[in-house]
């Protein structure tokens, strides 16, 4: 099982870094004065032999 922990820790990891980068990502929607993101691709690369990182985009839009 300790296998499966430790799978379970960095699937657990990149969710939470998934959960940050889109509170910034809406963060700057607010800054830009968008009402709407579309197209949000995430990215997840390693960096390092224990590091990843995550990246996000996408467009803001004004929908009426």
């Known amino acids: 099982t300790g296998t499966m922990d430790l799978a379970d820790d960095f699937s657990d990891k ?3 870094t998934k959960n940050i980068v889109l509170a ?3 963060r700057q929607a607010v800054l830009h004065e968008v009402n709407a993101i ?3 691709k995430y990215d ?3 960096i390092a032999a224990n590091m990843i ?3 996000i ?3 803001g839009v ?3």
Do not use: C, H, L
Request: charged share 25%.
């Open 14 to 16: 990149i969710e939470k």
């Open 38 to 40: 579309i197209g949000i």
């Open 44 to 46: 997840i690369f390693s």
């Open 57 to 59: 985009s996408g467009t």
């Open 24 to 26: 910034k990502i809406k």
């Open 53 to 55: 990182a995550v990246s």
């Open 62 to 64: 004004n929908i009426e």
